[in-house]
């Protein structure tokens, strides 16, 4: 039967039970497994470092418990770790490689774009392929220089999650983006104005045709405020 433990006993908290001279063991693993790592993460080539995918994702949690374990784990021969991580480094490889050969692959691994906004509104349908929310898009947005949906002439989701956005030529009343709903709510409407838009998609109809009521026919939201142009100073404006 195992000695109970001691709560709050610091030395062995702190130095645990192995002799000092681990201590030096340790650092070496540290140094031979970095070395290996980074070695390996070089022939991988410039993808992974440039953008994020599903694939390198896995790689990097793959990676972080093959590294951890190997560097301080006295049970963990260096070689045992060393195979593993060069048939992780190796998937990754087989992978990439499968990306850049067939666009089908790259479907199936990547994911594909989606457009997630066209002519001042989000697009809802597109957003749910991916599980987000249009207050994500107008976050991102709103990172990419957009105060105002009526700038927007289409966005798109990259497969590696990042956002493209194309801007319109002449921006129109649209959804305003800035300040953001959860610092300054956006007014009601109020009947007047040239045009409503959906507080949630950005949707923009007539305003004798919508009540406080009205449920969007794109989103099926009913909130609903005086649709407004970037003011010329904003981001984006010519």
Not at 88 to 113: C, F, P, Q, Y
Not at 200 to 225: E, F, I, L
């Amino acid at each position: 039967m195992d000695d109970p433990v001691t709560p709050f006993d610091l030395g062995r908290m702190f130095f645990g039970d192995h002799p000092p001279l681990f201590y030096a063991e340790i650092a070496f693993r540290t140094v031979v497994i970095y070395a290996y790592t980074l070695a390996l993460i070089r022939w991988i080539g410039g993808r992974s470092v440039a953008q994020l995918s599903m694939v390198d994702l896995l790689l990097v949690i793959a990676l972080g418990s093959a590294v951890g374990d190997a560097t301080f784990y006295a049970d963990v021969p260096l070689l045992q770790a060393m195979l593993v991580i060069t048939l992780i480094v190796g998937l990754n490889k087989l992978l990439d490689t499968l990306i850049e050969r067939s666009d089908r692959a790259k479907h199936i691994i990547d994911g594909r774009t989606i457009e997630v906004a066209r002519n001042g509104r989000i697009l809802c349908d597109g957003l749910r392929r991916r599980d987000l929310s249009p207050l994500e898009i107008k976050s991102m947005l709103r990172v990419a220089g957009v105060a105002n949906l009526g700038q927007v002439e289409s966005a798109y989701l990259e497969a590696g999650g990042g956002l493209s956005v194309f801007r319109r030529a002449a921006p129109v009343p649209g959804l305003p983006l800035v300040p953001p709903l959860d610092v300054t709510p956006l007014p009601p409407l109020d009947g007047g104005g040239d045009a409503a838009c959906c507080s949630n998609c950005g949707a923009v109809r007539d305003p004798a045709q919508v009540r406080a009521d009205t449920v969007c026919d794109q989103c099926g939201r009913s909130q609903w405020s005086p649709a407004r142009l970037a003011p010329p100073d904003a981001p984006g404006q010519h």
